[in-house]
């Protein structure tokens, strides 16, 4: 028996990196899976699933879009009769790259929208029909910039603060409810997210440099992260609820970071 045999799960943010890592292993502890993604290549995985003989629908939509996850929670339950986990790892850094002063009020509102009114979406819609097949649990990606800054860009690193303090307030309104909620703070993970600086690092030959601050000494992979969110969403993790799990390499033990450009002086 798997660890979530019998379980129907909706995945967001599915066509790669932690979604998809996190697709084809709920996939095979048994779970039924309803993989959502703004991106077509999330058919892609679902037929990795089924090739493996798993169960899986693909769907595309907004993952902020308050209609396009009500749609999604409710292809679930006709697809597959119910839900027992969502997990809301849909995110953007949005466009800054550099300091405070280059970003604007358009890109903070997109990256917002996307990383904090995505979960609440989430929980809004899922929550109800957990609680009515018999309770089960949200997840909810944060990262390790949600915690001090230093580690992305500002606007990304204001939404994960967002998500962190949404899944605690979440864990409160949801008292009673048979529904658990919990947050993972990955810290530098290979994805499409982060691909520019390993692709550059690769074509500079310093690859081996990648994750240097961690304690660990490297950065991590998205199976990393699916393994944490799979333990959040089995009954394994039964009496976990309101937390946040940081899995970054042991890197926010002391963040070290080089200040980037500020104001300057007058």
Not at 53 to 65: K, L, S
Not at 82 to 98: D, E, K, M, P, S
Not at 232 to 251: E, F, P
Request: proline letters at 4%; hydrophobic letters at 45%; glycine letters at 14%.
């Amino acid at each position: 028996m798997g660890q979530l045999s019998g379980k129907i799960a909706c995945i967001t943010g599915a066509a790669s990196g932690i979604g998809r890592a996190s697709a084809l292993l709920f996939a095979a502890e048994g779970a039924k899976v309803v993989l959502f993604d703004r991106s077509d290549a999330v058919a892609e995985v679902a037929e990795a699933v089924k090739d493996t003989g798993g169960q899986a629908i693909a769907v595309t939509g907004d993952a902020a879009d308050e209609a396009d996850i009500a749609a999604l929670v409710k292809q679930a339950q006709e697809a597959f009769g119910g839900l027992h986990v969502f997990f809301a790892n849909a995110g953007i850094t949005g466009t800054a790259r550099g300091g405070f002063f280059d970003s604007d009020a358009a890109n903070w509102a997109e990256v917002l929208r996307v990383n904090v009114v995505g979960p609440f979406c989430a929980v809004k819609h899922a929550a109800p029909v957990i609680r009515d097949s018999g309770g089960g649990a949200i997840v909810c990606t944060a990262s390790v910039a949600g915690l001090r800054s230093g580690a992305g860009p500002a606007p990304y690193s204001a939404s994960k603060a967002g998500v962190i303090n949404l899944v605690q307030t979440a864990a409160q309104q949801l008292a009673g409810t048979g529904v658990r909620i919990n947050g993972i703070c990955p810290g530098l993970i290979e994805t499409g997210m982060t691909a520019p600086l390993y692709e550059n690092a690769r074509a500079k030959g310093l690859e081996d440099k990648i994750g240097l601050l961690n304690p660990l000494g490297r950065g991590g992979e998205p199976e990393e992260i699916a393994k944490v969110a799979l333990f959040l969403a089995s009954d394994a993790a039964s009496y976990v609820h309101g937390q946040i799990t940081v899995v970054d390499g042991g890197l926010s033990t002391s963040h070290p970071v080089s200040r980037p450009p500020g104001l300057k002086h007058a």
